[in-house]
Nanobody, 116 residues
Framework: QVQLVESGGGLVQPGGSLRLSCAASGSIFSRNVMGWYRQAPENQRESVATIYYNGLTNYEDSVKGRFTISRDNAKNTVYLQMNSLKPEDTAVYYC??????????WGQGTQVTVSS
């Protein structure tokens, strides 16, 4: 009932920037939590950043000061601005949405590769 579509991934050199977008559609409650997770092949999926309906944000320690999560509630879209990218940021990035009464929803993922 909720669909999430990510875009903006790609190949970037160390120190570069990317901006990820995730557009949500369907039966979306206003009081929801959206976030970005990432998973490298050898690692568990980890939370990168989350943003609540009221704008409260949380970041994984390794991305603080480099990544910024934001949302446009009118467009049901969440963004992840990634600056000063490092090779260890390489992963598939997944958009996530949580709201009361439902299992979490996931996007299909977008590949981010940081390499020279």
């Amino acid at each position: 009932q909720v669909q999430l579509v990510e875009s903006g991934g790609g190949l970037v050199q160390p120190g570069g920037s990317l901006r990820l977008s995730c557009a949500a559609s369907g039966s979306i409650f206003s009081r929801n939590v959206m976030g970005w997770y990432r998973q490298a092949p050898e690692n568990q999926r980890e939370s990168v950043a989350t943003i609540y309906y009221n704008g409260l944000t949380n970041y994984e320690d390794s991305v603080k000061g480099r990544f910024t999560i934001s949302r446009d509630n009118a467009k049901n879209t969440v963004y992840l601005q990634m600056n000063s990218l490092k090779p260890e940021d390489t992963a598939v990035y997944y958009c996530n949405l949580r709201q009361p009464g439902s299992a979490p929803f996931w996007g299909q993922g977008t590949q981010v590769t940081v390499s020279s």
